[in-house]
């Protein structure tokens, strides 16, 4: 028969519990503002939502939904490259006429290159990032390394996590393989060394990559990719160029007989 002094000793080895976490004081009411401010601050003092809502004198299901929006504030503010990176791909052949000689680990990851699909010199690429615990955001990018650089850019698109291998699926369905997965560091460098190539020949990215690439981030080294195929601007005219206009500005930039092209003017 257990005594009431053994019930007591018992009670008295338990770890105390966890202290909660300091009220902060305020007087009279507060606006949505400065609630969402005491919020923030005591979630940063790693407060939980019960220590919060007895802090402020509030009920947990009050409490609950600002801790989500300072969530996704905190979110919509930081550097959309710092989000947590849930998948990169890119179609298989992405490499075909490129120079690799100075990155052979990326070649040897992409042996369809080798064998000159009729897709070569477009690469699309699909970066997932995480916007929540459950959410998702996804930028698409199609690229012309040949001459014309990001043509197309999609995004940033948000979704359920569990939606993007549906979408990407979508997105790579013009390719009679399925995308690879690549590391992060090869997608930045073949979105952005596109970019800068074509840029080097008078094209300009597609507007929409303005807020798609910061979800890609940038390359922390130069890129050891050569664009071009075989090392020259090769046009290949697209149903929604300007065939005329891109080869007059080739010729301005390139110089005649420094390009080829395939198209129908």
């Not at 930039?253 to 420094?258: I, K, L, S």
């Amino acid at each position: 028969m257990c005594s009431g002094r053994l019930g007591r000793s018992v009670r008295d080895r338990r770890e105390p519990a966890a202290k909660a976490a300091p009220a902060v004081p305020h007087n009279g009411p507060v606006n949505d503002e400065e609630l969402l401010s005491r919020v923030r601050e005591m979630r940063e003092r790693g407060s939980t939502p019960k220590q919060i809502a007895k802090a402020l004198g509030l009920r947990p299901s009050a409490v609950a939904p600002l801790v989500r929006q300072v969530a996704a504030l905190q979110q919509s503010q930081a550097d959309p490259a710092d989000r947590t990176l849930l998948g990169c791909w890119v179609n298989q052949g992405w490499s075909a006429g490129l120079g690799l000689a100075d990155a052979p680990q990326w070649a040897a990851i992409d042996p369809a290159g080798a064998a000159d699909p009729a897709t070569g010199g477009l690469a699309k690429v699909l970066i997932a990032r995480q916007e929540r615990a459950s959410r998702a955001t996804v930028c698409g990018f199609l690229v012309d390394v040949y001459c014309l650089g990001v043509k197309d850019a999609i995004g940033p698109l948000t979704m359920s996590a569990g939606s993007v291998s549906a979408y990407s699926r979508d997105f790579f369905r013009a390719f009679d393989v399925p995308p690879r997965a690549v590391a992060l560091d090869l997608a930045q460098h073949l979105v952005h060394g596109a970019v800068a190539y074509a840029r080097s020949l008078g094209f300009e990215p597609a507007p929409d990559f303005a807020v798609t690439a910061p979800y890609l981030g940038r390359p922390a080294t130069p890129t050891p990719i050569h664009f071009g195929r075989e090392g020259s601007p090769f046009y290949i005219s697209g149903p929604y160029d300007n065939p005329r206009a891109v080869i007059q500005t080739l010729e301005a930039t390139a110089g005649a007989g420094n390009y080829h092209y395939i198209t129908h003017l």
